[in-house]
T-cell receptor
Framework: QKEVEQNSGPLSVPEGAIASLNCTYSDRGSQSFFWYRQYSGKSPELIMF????GDKEDGRFTAQLNKASQYVSLLIRDSQPSDSATYLCAVSGSSNTGKLIFGQGTTLQVKP | DAEITQSPRHKITETGRQVTLACHQTWNHNNMFWYRQDLGHGLRLIHY???????NKGEVSDGYSVSRSNTEDLPLTLESAASSQTSVYFC???????????FGPGTRLTVL
């Protein structure tokens, strides 16, 4: 079983729609959760982090965390073609080592 | 502004040659990480360091080495390059055990 799992996609949504990206993780003791965006040929860049159960909003982005279900998601409202990228979920380990475990990423395509 | 840089950005080498990839950060971060990214595997941790003179093996460390002589730099050396090491290499840094990792622009390495 992979430690951090994401559907590789592609996830295709029309412009203006809500894109929902999901991630599950296996280490129940994980404390920190991150979403990175990676454009083709570029490096990952941080979108959001979340530490506590519930929702965290930043502009058009909302991260949702449910530790009981070991599930973290990213919602992108009013999706734009510029949001087309691969989204990487990253999870810290329970041993608080500073290391992150990355999922393989979900490719999002926003069609005009 | 603080940043993290990698050099070279592109490198072509031959099987058996020693190759060193540079990573330099001006964030004054204690933690530095090297990843490789391949299709189907996502980001995989090669080596990491929590500070000067500290280095640790990641999940795919065979054939790679690092050294940390100062806070700013963590060079990655391929002792004897193999075709299986053709990949995109990312360096990242973070300041603490649960903190965000910031990525460099990456080095695309081709081993012929």
């Amino acid at each position: 079983q992979k430690e951090v799992e994401q559907n590789s996609g592609p996830l295709s949504v029309p412009e203006g729609a809500i894109a929902s990206l999901n991630c599950t993780y296996s280490d129940r003791g994980s404390q920190s959760f991150f979403w990175y965006r990676q454009y083709s040929g570029k490096s990952p860049e941080l979108i959001m982090f979340i530490y506590s159960n519930g929702d965290k909003e930043d502009g058009r982005f909302t991260a949702q965390l449910n530790k009981a279900s070991q599930y973290v998601s990213l919602l992108i409202r009013d999706s734009q073609p510029s949001d087309s990228a691969t989204y990487l979920c990253a999870v810290s380990g329970s041993s608080n080592t500073g290391k992150l475990i990355f999922g393989q990423g979900t490719t999002l395509q926003v069609k005009p | 502004d603080a940043e993290i840089t990698q050099s070279p950005r592109h490198k072509i080498t031959e099987t058996g040659r020693q190759v060193t990839l540079a990573c330099h950060q001006t964030w004054n971060h204690n933690n530095m990480f090297w990843y490789r990214q391949d299709l189907g595997h996502g980001l995989r941790l090669i080596h990491y360091s929590y500070g000067v003179q500290d280095t640790n093996k990641g999940e795919v460390s065979d054939g790679y080495s690092v050294s940390r002589s100062n806070t700013e730099d963590l060079p990655l050396t391929l002792e004897s390059a193999a075709s299986s090491q053709t990949s995109v290499y990312f360096c990242a840094s973070s300041s603490g055990s649960a903190d965000t990792q910031y990525f460099g622009p990456g080095t695309r390495l081709t081993v012929l």
